[in-house]
């Protein structure tokens, strides 16, 4: 055989060297809404975006990225945690080749649970889209490596999927008398969501995933959006916050039921609701100077409308737990990411990441 036909296979073996070992970094796949798009919605027509400035100034490269962030992001901080890099956006031309053993970020700003969320931002990757993209991704990777490998890839992976919060913000509150809360009452609604996250996690597993991070809402009704618009002295907003009392601990009970389905702790839940209201409730323990006015905006607790380079900014992105109206800042994702990692059975169930990692590198999982 000569060179030329050696080629592909000195490809191949290059490939395959660069795929984890059991003590190297594991594959990251990452699923849901803006809390976790790292710039997929920027390959889109459509309003859901953070690529321009003042979003990303605290980023390494000071440029807007796509996360709707000042910097870094939940998924980023994760990736440090696996001593790996951040997983490309799904839609980003970078991500073949070598890059597809890092894993994949397929989340979009604006999705929910539901199809119908967030159809005012007009072209969005809805989660039924992107578990199709996950499979597509798979695809990719065995043609890559080959099937054993692909499938040791995936499975070994680490999964993280946040869903929920729009499905409230940007649907059943959206607008007074919307269609969705004409349709259910809250209680019947939160129900319906909690039955149709079930399927997504059921898809999850049937796709490969085996080790799942499942988040909450945060404390919905204490945003600045929602201040900005519910709140009289700056309370949290009642109705948002009797939406996320309800929907949080009926998701955690889904969890325990479909893992109890499957015989084994595939899907951890992750109580960000504490996560959040533990810097809420106490911002002077955890260095914050302001819990209710994010730093980039306008109007009342800079609540209203868009981050845009003619919004107010804050100096100090350190001491303000919201960045804009919906998301937090850096610290504060670092802070949440932190309960992740070694957070109790109260805040991560039935164990934390720190955990997860540790039974890995034994070869327990």
Not at 56 to 84: M, V, Y
Not at 208 to 229: Q, S, Y
Not at 325 to 346: K, L, S, W, Y
Request: glycine letters at 8%; a neutral charge; hydrophobic letters at 45%.
């Amino acid at each position: 055989m000569g060179y030329a036909g050696l080629a592909p296979l000195l490809a191949l073996a290059s490939v395959l060297c660069l795929l984890p070992a059991a003590s190297a970094a594991r594959a990251f796949f990452v699923f849901g809404d803006s809390l976790v798009d790292n710039g997929n919605n920027n390959y889109l027509l459509t309003t859901a975006r953070a690529d321009a400035p003042p979003y990303g100034i605290d980023f390494p490269t000071h440029r807007a990225t796509g996360r709707f962030s000042n910097g870094l992001n939940i998924p980023d901080i994760i990736s440090e945690h696996l001593e790996a890099e951040p997983a490309l956006p799904y839609l980003s031309p970078e991500l073949r080749g070598a890059k597809l053993l890092v894993g994949a970020n397929f989340a979009s700003a604006g999705v929910g649970i539901l199809n119908d969320t967030g159809i005012q931002f007009v072209n969005i990757i809805r989660i039924g889209d992107q578990l199709q993209y996950f499979r597509e991704y798979q695809r990719k990777l065995r043609a890559l490596v080959g099937e054993e490998q692909a499938t040791q890839l995936v499975n070994q992976a680490l999964v993280l999927i946040t869903l929920g919060g729009n499905d409230f913000v940007n649907n059943y509150y959206l607008v007074p008398m919307s269609v969705r809360s004409r349709q259910y009452a809250l209680p019947d609604y939160v129900r319906f969501l909690v039955a149709e996250y079930r399927k997504i996690l059921s898809r999850l597993y049937e796709l490969g995933a085996r080790k799942v991070i499942v988040t909450g809402t945060g404390p919905l009704g204490c945003v600045p959006a929602e201040l900005a618009m519910h709140s009289q002295n700056g309370e949290c907003a009642a109705e948002l916050m009797r939406a996320t009392n309800l929907f949080n601990p009926q998701l955690v009970d889904m969890v325990r039921g479909l893992n109890r389905a499957i015989g084994a702790d595939v899907f951890v839940t992750a109580n960000t609701m504490r996560m959040n209201f533990d810097y809420i409730n106490d911002p002077q323990r955890f260095g914050f100077t302001n819990v209710q006015v994010a730093c980039c905006g306008q109007g009342p607790y800079n609540g209203i409308g868009l981050c845009t380079p003619a919004s107010n900014v804050c100096a100090n992105r350190d001491v303000f737990a919201f960045w804009d109206a919906f998301h937090p800042t850096e610290r504060a994702n670092r802070i949440i990411v932190g309960q992740f990692m070694h957070g109790d059975t109260d805040y991560m169930h039935p164990m934390n990441l720190s955990t997860i990692l540790a039974m890995d590198r034994e070869g327990r999982l």
